[in-house]
Every structure is written in structure tokens, then in C-alpha cells.
């Protein structure tokens, strides 16, 4: 990645936060629970999923940061839904906590050395992992997201 490709992606990553409050405004909030299936996530499960992932990546960034050559933890998020019970969390508190996380990570990276970028962690599903890859994960994470959220409301919106 070149290093203008690589600010590009930090300053989209910067700012997801404002393009997440953004599209949830277009769904109603008394659909928010709705769940198209049993084993799909309603949309506030998937924000509530978004502060927790943020979680996860805040600590992995730092992890490529300050101790590059070890290990990162993964987590089964469909299992965390269910024994977090998602449903009954607060989405405010999940966007104000994603926010802050984002945030922070956002005022570490954008002014981090060439050679930071190449150190490594070890991911016990993805391999081993650059603080790029990191980037290129979670830059696109809450787009992903938005468009699984717009898939529900299209069910919901198809089934009324």
C-alpha cells in the first residue's frame, strides 16, 4: 500500500463513527430489533457488535504497535451476541463506546512511521497480520455492516 493510499483508508477510518450515525438514520428505530431470521442479527445486535469489534481492534492495534510478534486473541462474535444478550444492551451506550475507540485509535495511527506499518501479529484465524491489514479490516468494517443493516430493512420492509 502507498502511503497515500494508506492516509486515504486512515481518514476513512476516521470517519466511520459520523458515516454510522448517519445511515441508522434512515431506519426507524422501532425496527431496530427486528431480526429477518433466527440466525441473522437484528440491527441493534449489529451495533452493538460494532462497540465490541472496535473493542477487539483497539487492543489489536496497540498489540501491532507496541508488541509486534505476538499473539492477538480472536472472539466468536455470534456467541458474544447471544451470552452478551446484545438485544438488551444500550445502542447509545455501544455508539458513544465505538466513538471514543475509534477515535483514539484514529489520533494513534494517522501519525505512525513507515516502518511500523510491517510489524506483525499473529491471528489464530487470519494468520499473520501488518498494522495494514489491521487498517484494511477495520476501515471497511461499519460499511460492511451499514449494508447488512439495509438488507434487514429491506426485509422488514418487504414483510409489513
Same mark, same amino acid.
Given at each position: 500500500m502507498t502511503g497515500e493510499e494508506r492516509?486515504?483508508?486512515?481518514?476513512s477510518y476516521g470517519q466511520a463513527h459520523h458515516e454510522l450515525v448517519t445511515?441508522?438514520?434512515?431506519? $426507524?428505530?422501532?425496527?431496530?430489533?427486528f431480526k429477518p431470521d433466527a440466525d441473522r442479527w437484528s440491527i441493534h445486535e449489529t451495533v452493538v457488535h460494532i462497540a465490541d469489534s472496535e473493542a477487539n481492534s483497539y487492543i489489536?492495534?496497540?498489540?501491532?504497535?507496541?508488541? $509486534?510478534?505476538q499473539a492477538v486473541?480472536?472472539?466468536?462474535?455470534?456467541r458474544w451476541a447471544t451470552a452478551l444478550d446484545y438485544h438488551a444492551q444500550s445502542t447509545?451506550?455501544?455508539?458513544?463506546?465505538f466513538k471514543w475507540l475509534? @477515535?483514539?485509535s484514529y489520533l494513534l495511527i494517522r501519525n505512525q512511521p513507515a516502518a511500523v506499518w510491517a510489524q506483525t501479529v499473529l491471528h489464530p484465524e487470519n494468520g499473520t497480520m501488518?498494522?495494514?491489514?489491521?487498517?484494511?479490516?477495520?476501515? @471497511?468494517?461499519? @460499511?460492511?455492516?451499514?449494508?447488512?443493516?439495509?438488507a434487514v430493512y429491506a426485509t422488514w420492509?418487504?414483510?409489513?
Open positions: 492516509q486515504a483508508k486512515i481518514e445511515a441508522l438514520g434512515q431506519f $426507524p428505530a422501532a425496527m431496530w430489533q489489536r492495534c496497540r498489540r501491532l504497535i507496541a508488541e $509486534p510478534g486473541l480472536a472472539y466468536d462474535e455470534n447509545d451506550g455501544a455508539l458513544e463506546l475509534r @477515535r483514539q501488518t498494522l495494514d491489514d489491521w487498517l484494511d479490516v477495520y476501515e @471497511r468494517h461499519v @460499511r460492511e455492516h451499514v449494508a447488512q443493516m439495509q420492509v418487504a414483510q409489513r
